[in-house]
């Protein structure tokens, strides 16, 4: 009876889980460079039925203890580029990740090329975090005189001001599915003693990529989802039934 349960309950856990990642995916469809998450299902250990107080025909007969969702896994594939028209806006096509130094002097990573230029000539994004630019011949955002107007970049990531080449937009990528972390913003960070290494996708000038979530698999998923969540909760209610018959054949 309490295998019903524990079935039923890592059924309904791991369905949840998987639940809250397609919510996640959904609401951040529209958020540019965003990647999606997946999550999918593994079988739990299982457990021999041959027993002395459980006699079967075959000693090697097993039965299910139940599911679990594995760990979430950030998907990398590719998104649509969206012409915004926009010098500022760039856009990966391939692999690679921007680079951007946040307030505390660290590294982090995106694919959101929404950049704009601040007072100061500095290209950031919507959270202030500073587009790393390798600047060349002593250049740098303080007397390079970048502009909305004025600001040119190539494919291959090369910088131009008024025609002049001041420095590269380098891109990054991951050697391994665990070697960055999610963090807020849309960002990603290096795991401890995690190097990026250079990246050879090609940068869009006046475009941003959009997320890779496609809507109509998400909330199919959904639906299945929702539907096996309600499967497994059935067997609560089979439990529950089960003890009541018992507990009324002892009462008489």
């Known amino acids: 009876m309490y295998g019903i349960l524990n079935v039923s309950k890592s059924g309904m856990s791991s369905t949840q889980n998987k639940i809250n990642v397609i919510s996640n995916n959904i609401v951040n469809s529209n958020t540019a ?7 999918e299902f593994q079988d739990l250990v299982r457990a021999g039925l041959s027993n002395n107080s459980y006699p079967t025909n075959d ?22 580029l969206k012409n915004t028209k926009i010098s500022t806006n760039l856009a990966i096509d391939g692999e690679g990740l ?17 950049f704009s230029v601040d007072a100061n000539g500095t290209l950031v994004d919507d959270a202030g975090n500073i587009l790393d630019i390798q600047f060349e011949d002593e250049k740098n955002y303080n007397n ?9 970049v190539n494919k291959q ?6 025609d ?21 913003g849309n ?15 090609d940068i869009y000038q006046g475009y941003t990529e959009m997320s890779n979530v496609e809507i109509s ?5 959904l639906i299945a989802m929702q539907r096996a969540f309600q499967l497994n909760s059935k067997g609560f209610t089979v439990a529950d039934e089960m003890w009541s018959m018992i507990n009324n054949l002892q009462s008489r």
Do not use: H
């Open 217 to 221: 698999q998400e909330f199919t998923d």
């Open 157 to 162: 990531g090369e910088v131009f001001v008024n």
């Open 187 to 201: 960002l990603f960070i290096a795991n401890d003693g995690i190097e990026l290494i250079a990246a050879d996708g």
């Open 59 to 80: 000693v090697n007969a097993t039965t299910g203890t139940g599911i679990k969702s594995t760990t979430e896994v950030r998907n990398f594939t590719q998104g649509s």
């Open 33 to 39: 460079g965003y990647k999606k998450l997946d999550v």
């Open 98 to 114: 921007f680079r951007v130094i946040r307030s505390d002097n660290t590294y982090a990573y995106t694919r959101n090329g929404e």
């Open 164 to 184: 002049e080449k001041i420095g590269n937009i380098n891109l990054y990528k991951p050697t391994g599915d665990n070697d960055v972390l999610s963090a807020s």
């Open 144 to 152: 390079s005189g970048i502009t909305s107007d004025n600001l040119s």
